[in-house]
């Protein structure tokens, strides 16, 4: 498997439109077809302190959303789903034999893709079908999968803060609930960081062997 990373101008998505407006970042983790044309998607938004409300107002009112679900702010972060009435690019990509990792948006009004190729899959042609609709794609790198077996910055940090303070010591000296109040976020949001880091970490250590 290949992981390209690529960035797409010209996109008319809410994300785009939303990250611009408030010079937020954001992040989709997830996102998948739903219906005949549209899409269902997860993502997070750094950068949204004391704007919580609005962020979350323009989303909604957005005339790509048909739904949405937030999860309770966490410090300057907002996580949530989506219903999307078009998912067009979501489409190409599983029709390109791409999937999608991750797409973000940092409000420069371009969006940063990272999709898994398989040996069935074909990154030429997906950048063709972008291109006919009119964007604009940028090639940013091309590895192989094992080399993107990483840890994220969050991920880093989750696991750090409990190794640190004792959360993999025999016995326990801290629970997870209490790591995530140290962080900031939701016990399930630093379960679900420590969990993929702690994935991360592994497959990258048995993958050396």
């Known amino acids: 498997m290949t992981v390209a990373e690529f960035a797409v101008s010209g996109m008319n998505a809410w994300l785009n ?8 970042t954001i992040r989709i983790t997830d996102c998948i077809p739903w219906g005949s044309q549209g899409g269902q998607a997860i993502f997070e938004i750094e950068g949204s302190r004391g704007r919580a409300s609005y962020i979350v107002r323009d989303i909604k009112e957005h005339p790509d959303i048909t739904s949405l679900d937030m999860s309770p702010p966490e410090g ?9 009435s078009n998912c067009a690019l979501i489409r190409m ?3 390109a ?8 948006a940092h409000g420069d009004g371009r969006v940063r893709f990272r999709v898994v190729v398989g040996t069935e899959g074909n990154i030429s042609a997906l950048f063709r079908m972008f ?20 840890l994220t910055e969050r991920q ?6 409990a190794l640190q303070k004792g959360y993999f010591d025999i016995p326990r000296r801290i ?8 962080s900031g976020v939701s016990a399930a949001t630093f379960g679900d960081l420590l ?7 592994l497959r990258s250590y048995f993958r050396k062997k």
């Open 17 to 24: 439109d939303i990250a611009q407006k408030y010079l937020a």
């Open 76 to 84: 300057g972060r907002l996580r949530g789903m989506v219903g999307m």
């Open 93 to 95: 990509m599983l029709s």
């Open 97 to 104: 034999g791409c999937f999608l990792e991750q797409a973000v």
């Open 131 to 150: 291109e006919e609709n009119g964007l604009a794609v940028e090639l940013l790198s091309l590895s192989p999968a094992e080399d993107h077996d990483s």
């Open 156 to 161: 880093e940090e989750a696991v750090r803060l």
């Open 175 to 182: 629970s997870a609930n209490e790591l995530a109040k140290l």
């Open 195 to 201: 969990k993929r880091g702690e994935r991360n970490l």
